[in-house]
T-cell receptor, first 113, second 113 residues
Framework: QKEVEQNSGPLSVPEGAIASLNCTYS??????FFWYRQYSGKSPELIMS????GDKEDGRFTAQLNKASQYVSLLIRDSQPSDSATYLC?????????????FGTGTRLKVLA | DGGITQSPKYLFRKEGQNVTLSCEQN?????MYWYRQDPGQGLRLIYY???????QKGDIAEGYSVSREKKESFPLTVTSAQKNPTAFYLC????????????FGPGTRLTVL
């Protein structure tokens, strides 16, 4: 069974701090990795994608991928109360032509004003 | 505006009834997906389709049916055989290239009375 694991939280950080969200996956053949943000009662919104080992930065967000350790993380710098949400890690595990995503259960982030 | 629409936003069903959830996209995406989300759980794949007139079962297809007669549309029917259908249903789509990202519609919240 291919799995994606996340700590459910809540992860509480003060406003202005760095929030670090982590995700591990079981399928070594996974090719692409995504972070979604989901506010309560709303649908997931894509915030970052990463495909190669290393860091990828987009504004206050940095995604980090380590395929050898099967680990992907999301850093949120200068956290704001509006960042309070559940963050879902997703992994694309399909072989060519059958792309399926496996989602973690999400980490709930609370940014304290 | 390009995007994914789902209707209705809220749906109430009596036990024993079949209901159909609509999903339409104008992003010219080939692949479409249906997920179910329950409180405290991640997204679970119900069905997916990568081409018109073809679709595959996901992890929890029992009690559900789909059709893909047009590229833009991927309706989901929740049948009376689905024993616990109360959940948040999410439709998603993506292009077929290996690293294309998946985007979600706003979701339909189904409640069985």
């Amino acid at each position: 069974q291919k799995e994606v694991e996340q700590n459910s939280g809540p992860l509480s950080v003060p406003e202005g701090a760095i929030a670090s969200l982590n995700c591990t996956y079981s399928d070594r053949g996974s090719q692409s990795f995504f972070w979604y943000r989901q506010y309560s009662g709303k649908s997931p919104e894509l915030i970052m994608s990463i495909y190669s080992n290393g860091d990828k930065e987009d504004g206050r967000f940095t995604a980090q991928l380590n395929k050898a350790s099967q680990y992907v993380s999301l850093l949120i710098r200068d956290s704001q109360p509006s960042d309070s949400a559940t963050y879902l890690c997703a992994v694309n595990t399909g072989t060519s032509g059958t792309y399926k995503y496996i989602f973690g259960t999400g980490t709930r982030l609370k940014v304290l004003a | 505006d390009g995007g994914i629409t789902q209707s209705p936003k809220y749906l109430f069903r009596k036990e024993g009834q079949n209901v159909t959830l609509s999903c339409e996209q104008n992003l010219n995406h080939d692949a479409m997906y249906w997920y179910r989300q329950d409180p405290g759980q991640g997204l679970r794949l119900i069905y997916y389709s990568q081409i018109v007139n073809d679709f595959q079962k996901g992890d929890i297809a029992e009690g559900y049916s789909v059709s893909r007669e047009k590229k833009e549309s991927f309706p989901l029917t929740v049948t009376s055989a689905q024993k616990n259908p109360t959940a948040f249903y999410l439709c998603a789509s993506r292009g077929l290239a290996a690293y294309n990202e998946q985007f979600f519609g706003p979701g339909t919240r189904l409640t069985v009375l």
